[in-house]
């Protein structure tokens, strides 16, 4: 079956540490985005890429880094300079196409020890 | 800056009851609109797209488009406890197919 998935599920973060949020796909899209979601609060887009070796940042992408290497995967990186870290974060990828709806993975969430 | 407003709840409505979720957008352009459905510590789901003014239904949903109004709703009938969840409106703007959610509305449906 084609899906997303998101590893790990859980994850901790110490103070100063850069950690990485995996995001696979087999749905053969070329557009993948990184949400966050806060308790509470809608999803806020952190970076998307639209076709491999690019992407874009989104409306909260300071403290984040994102690579594009290959068409089924996108990794986050929550770097040290992300202050606040603790939140779900949610990985989607879609067929960029008008009418089309988003596919989910099923989230990590991050919290800091 | 896209926005997307909606009510924040909680919504509380008894088992049976129509629970009506309301969400305004600011960009003219959008053409598609989707309601997900959210439940805690789970991914969204989709539940219902519209594109067209008036309204769609789909078992006990229904969707409501009013584009002059700028304005998009979700109702559901015979409301169950197991939809108590976070609703999430999110439209794409007119330029892109990048949706711009909605903070959600919480529902409570109790018995």
């Known amino acids: 079956d084609g899906g997303i998935t998101q590893s790990p599920k859980y994850l901790f973060r110490k103070e100063g540490q850069n950690v990485t949020l995996s995001c696979e796909q087999n749905l053969n899209h070329d557009a993948m985005y990184w949400y966050r979601q806060d308790p509470g609060q809608g999803l806020r887009l952190i970076y998307y890429s639209q076709i491999v070796n690019d992407f874009q940042k989104g409306d909260i992408a300071e403290g984040y880094s994102v690579s594009r290497e290959k068409k089924e995967s996108f990794p986050l990186t929550v770097t040290s300079a992300q202050k606040n870290p603790t939140a779900f974060y949610l990985c989607?990828?879609?067929?960029?196409?008008?009418?089309?709806?988003?596919?989910f993975g099923s989230g990590t969430q991050l919290s800091v020890l | 800056q896209k926005e997307v407003e909606q009510n924040s709840g909680p919504l509380s409505v008894p088992e049976g009851a129509i629970a009506s979720l309301n969400c305004t957008y600011s960009d003219r352009g959008s053409q598609s609109f989707f309601w997900y459905r959210q439940y805690s510590g789970k991914s969204p789901e989709l539940i219902m797209s519209i594109y067209s003014n008036g309204d769609k239904e789909d078992g006990r949903f229904t969707a409501q488009l009013n584009k002059a109004s700028q304005y998009v709703s979700l109702l559901i009938r015979d409301s169950q406890p197991s939809d108590s969840a976070t609703y999430l409106c999110?439209?794409?703007?007119?330029?892109?197919?990048?949706?711009?959610f909605g903070r959600g509305t919480s529902l409570i449906v109790h018995p």
């Open positions: 989607a990828s879609f067929r960029d196409r008008l009418n089309e709806k988003l596919f």
């Open positions: 999110a439209v794409p703007s007119g330029g892109s197919y990048i949706p711009t």
